[in-house]
């Protein structure tokens, strides 16, 4: 083996260290650098004890210690600070060296970093790393983008420590130009949200609905991860309500019901609303979290504000065979809202997104992974054009098999009081797009009465555009119309 190192990794948090150490067990030799110097010896005396990795104290001995071109990852905080390492590196390096960002960074930096790197002949790839502190030491999904030069020189070391699908295919590709690897990343986190908040509803429902204990709905879980919904959040629920405190009482009732965010699902909902893609199910998850972070004004107001007093009345086993129909429906609907965010923002950028590929990435490794994936993969292979997951065979065919039952959980919540805002929302999303007409032509009306916007008919060719004086005190001038 070469005395030189295959890759440098700044920062030696606990993602940074365990990269190195998945790695280091697949053979690479990994310099290891940290702005704190004393955290790199801390990190060789322990758990980078006796493997092959090369502690450094500064730039310059990283950069010589390193085989060319050399490759830099960068695993530190998002935000300014990767540009100040960019800033403080680059100017140690030569053309065609490559600097990667495996932290959880805005697109939209990826975007500038890659073009200005390039300006200097520098090869960037902004990188998407989920999975956690396991899946970083033990196989996390990867998804690569930026520089298109920079991927043949780390497709080796990432796809062997990335996790494997059940097939043996390496959840990692490249997904393509700037920014898209940390866009694929960031809609991967927002649809997390989504799981995680249908997730929650359904133990709410089971919960305050059906009156179960943390212990049943620990076993109704563990059912359903061996059906359609057998995934890793499905799995970790089950063990979190099964999950005892020291005297024995589920922990999570101990849990106070405020969630906190980071920020990826915020910005998937961003640009939702930028790029004009109705992606519902992930505004809600991101807004439930909002109202459940308001505690204080949520337990004034439940002194002020009533709800229904009646108690659910129905099969309880049936009703909870609804709810893994609603959970799989909603899921779906989640997904191809994601997917058309992904489509959208691939034409806006000018990324070309291969989606089986990018649903093979999250078949293993992160915290989406699931059967379910393996479905969309199949999805995207029978149809690479396919302009939604909800109109693809497999999937219509499950949504109208698990329709009634979706239809009948949704009713339930609604009168018992127990709000279920994406479980509504995916049925809501369902219903509006498999309906031929929508009520837009009174509000395009509406529209044109206060505002003079205009409208097309439906007996006219689209594109001409018309106006009327609705009142007799208009005029005919129309107004210059805009659409989202
Ligand atoms: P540190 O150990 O010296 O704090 C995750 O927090 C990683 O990001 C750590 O390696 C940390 O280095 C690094 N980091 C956080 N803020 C930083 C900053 N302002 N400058 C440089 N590195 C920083």
Known sequence: MSALGDIAVVGLAVMGQN????????????????????????????????????????????????????????MVKAGGVVDEFIDAIAPHLEKGDIIIDGGNSNY??????????????????????????????????????????AWPHVKEIFQAIAAKAPDGLPCCDWVGEDGAGHYVKMTHNGIEYGDMQLICEAYQLMKEGLGMSADEMSAVFANWDEGDLDSYLIEITSEILGFKDDDGKALVEKILDTAGQKGTGKWTGISSLNLGVPVTLIGEAVFARCLSSIKDERVQASKILTGPKGKFSGDKKAFVQDIEQALLASKIVSYAQGFMLLREAAKEYKWNLNYGGIATMWRGGCIIRSVFLGKIKEAFDRNPGLSSLMVDPYFSGVLNKCQAAWRRVIATAVELGVPVPALTTALCFFDGYRSETLPHNLLQAQRDYFGAHSYERIDKPRGEFFHTNWTGRGGKVASSTYTV
């Open 19 to 74: 990269l190195i150490l998945n790695m280091n067990d697949h053979g690479f030799k990994v310099v290891a650098f940290n702005r704190t110097v004393s955290k790199v010896d801390d990190f060789l005396e322990g758990p980078a004890k006796g493997t092959n990795v090369i502690g450094v104290r500064s730039i310059e001995e990283m950069v010589k210690a390193l085989k060319k071109p050399r490759r830099v990852m960068l």
């Open 108 to 149: 939209d930096d990826s975007i500038r970093r890659t073009k200005s790197l390039a300006e200097k002949g520098l090869l960037f790839i902004g990188t998407g790393v989920s999975g956690g502190e396991e899946g970083a030491r033990r196989g996390p999904s990867i998804m690569p983008g930026g520089d298109p030069r």
